[in-house]
């Protein structure tokens, strides 16, 4: 069983430019949560994609979006970057059954450098 | 609206020392309750998670976290810490229902020799 992986592992992009992030999901898995965790914070809740469609957005703008594939990998995407999006950037995937929350397996993260 | 408040940015203790990292939590609906750890370069692993039932949830590796609903805490402890429980430890909570996390600001575990 392969877990969370992320690509690329570190990423420096300039004011203005855009980016796109992957996560592939840990097998089994049909949800995937994206979370910005910038330094010496905790990780924020951007959005979440079960079964390709958004499931749930947090307080992040539109530039902020995302992607989800027939094979429940996903992709983060930033448009007209900010210094303040500057941050390591977490995919983490679990499988949604039911009402009861599911164990989110994180990824090892994508250090995004705005310069 | 949740939060989660971790007191506590830095914990430096000394090896075999017992610990608690302090967590407290505001929210207008019910919540499940977690702790993650995060060691360097590496992304987060689950600690313990508190859904239902008995409010005392345990780890693997000896750590232990007790809900406590009148106070809105849900503190970690341990016993006896080993070096190798140095990492940066976070507190979340998911209204339920949803199925999404909101994290504390993580306190920095330090374990000396």
């Known amino acids: 069983e392969t877990g969370v992986t992320q690509s690329p592992t570190h990423l420096i992009k300039t004011r203005g430019q855009q980016v796109t992030l992957r996560c592939s999901s840990q097998s089994g898995h049909n949800t995937v949560s994206w979370y910005q965790q910038a330094l010496g914070q905790g990780p924020q809740f951007i959005f979440q994609y079960y079964r390709e469609e958004e499931n749930g957005r947090g307080n992040f703008p539109p530039r902020f979006s995302g992607l989800q594939f027939p094979n429940y990998s996903s992709e983060l995407n930033v448009n007209a970057l900010e210094l303040d999006d500057s941050a390591l950037y977490l995919c983490a995937s679990s499988l949604l059954s039911g009402g009861t929350p599911s164990t989110q397996y994180f990824g090892p993260g994508t250090r995004l450098t705005v310069l | ?113």
């Open chain 2, 1 to 113: 609206a949740q939060s989660v408040t971790q007191l506590d940015s830095q914990v430096p203790v000394f090896e075999e020392a017992p610990v608690e990292l302090r967590c407290n939590y505001s929210s207008s609906v019910s919540v499940y309750l977690f702790w993650y750890v995060q060691y360097p370069n590496q992304g987060l692993q689950l600690l313990l998670k508190y859904l239902s039932g008995s409010t005392l949830v345990e780890s693997i590796n000896g750590f232990e976290a007790e809900f406590n609903k009148s106070q809105t805490s849900f503190h970690l402890r341990k016993p006896s810490v080993h070096i190798s429980d140095t990492a940066e430890y976070f507190c979340a909570v998911s209204p339920t229902g949803a199925n999404n996390l909101f994290f504390g600001t993580g306190t920095r575990l330090t374990v000396i020799p």
